[in-house]
Structures are given as structure tokens and as C-alpha cells.
């Protein structure tokens, strides 16, 4: 009978948060720090986080936060999608923005698909040209690890957008 009732509050736990990310309520990390293990958490249905779940709404204040709080920005879904994927299938440019200042890399998804490909794809140009902007810092940063053809050939390998 116990069990039952903690399953209870915990259930009505996880509604809370969940509702309070998707209108971006403020409280949302308040709430999250009292729930255990919140930021390696995955939600049931769809295997994300509640980073992934901030990303499709689209509240950038509450996803820097969460980051900032522990969550990993390179967390993967069942699809291998990390909440960049998310905000770049969104055209979502504030929350692509602060995605790309703490991802150590940009992966691909289980169909082979990178954030960049997604948003090109679905046109969302702002978002395609900061993804670029991000390979071409990366690339710059490994300069002095690569010869100087080496980097230009990397370089000319990113697609500028029309």
C-alpha cells in the first residue's frame, strides 16, 4: 500500500514538472530540484528529458538553466536525438544558440542526421547558419592541432547557405 502511494505522489510529481516545462513556468527548475536524479531522467513515452522536452517548446531561459543545473546538453533519446536535433527541427534559433555553447560535439541520429542536415531540410536558415558558424569556430579551435591545407580543406567542406 505504501508503494502505491509514492507511486502516486511520484506520478503527480512528474505531471508537475512536465506541465510546468511545457508552459515554461519559472518554478519548473524549483520543482526539478526536488525530484531525484531529474537531470538524467527520461521520460517514458518518448524517451527524452525534460532538456529535450524545454527544447521543443522552446524555452531557452529554462533549457540554460537546466544546463546550468547539471543536465547534459548530449543527451540522447531512443532515435539518438539530442535536445540540438530538437530545436533545430524546430527552427528554434534562441534555443539552437544555447545548445551549441555547451555541446562538446554534434552527432548524428539513428537515420544518419545531423541538427545542420534537419534544419536544412526544413529551410530554417537562421538556425542552419549558426550551426555553421559553430563547425567553423570548432574547425578554427583545432587550427593549431592541423596543418594550414588540412583546415582549409575542412573549411571549405561547410555548405554556405543561399
Known sequence: ??????TRKRN?????????III?????????????NWQKYHLRQSDWTFLHLASWYGHFNLVNEMIHHG????????N??????????KGDKK?????????????????????????QELGHTE????IQGYGMRKLSNKKNSINSSEFKKQVNNFVIPQ
Request: glycine residues 4%.
Open 1 to 6: 500500500m505504501g508503494s502505491a502511494i509514492s
Open 71 to 78: 543536465c547534459d546538453p548530449s543527451s540522447i533519446d531512443s
Open 24 to 36: 515554461g513556468n519559472p518554478e519548473a527548475i524549483k520543482l526539478l530540484k526536488e525530484f531525484p
Open 95 to 119: 534555443t539552437t544558440e544555447i545548445l551549441l555553447n555547451f555541446i562538446p560535439e554534434i552527432t548524428e541520429n539513428r537515420d544518419g542526421k545531423t541538427p545542420l542536415l534537419i534544419a
Open 12 to 20: 503527480k510529481k512528474l505531471a508537475d514538472i512536465t506541465t510546468a
Open 127 to 130: 538556425v542552419i547558419e549558426l
Open 80 to 89: 539518438y536525438e539530442t535536445p540540438l536535433h530538437i530545436s533545430a527541427y
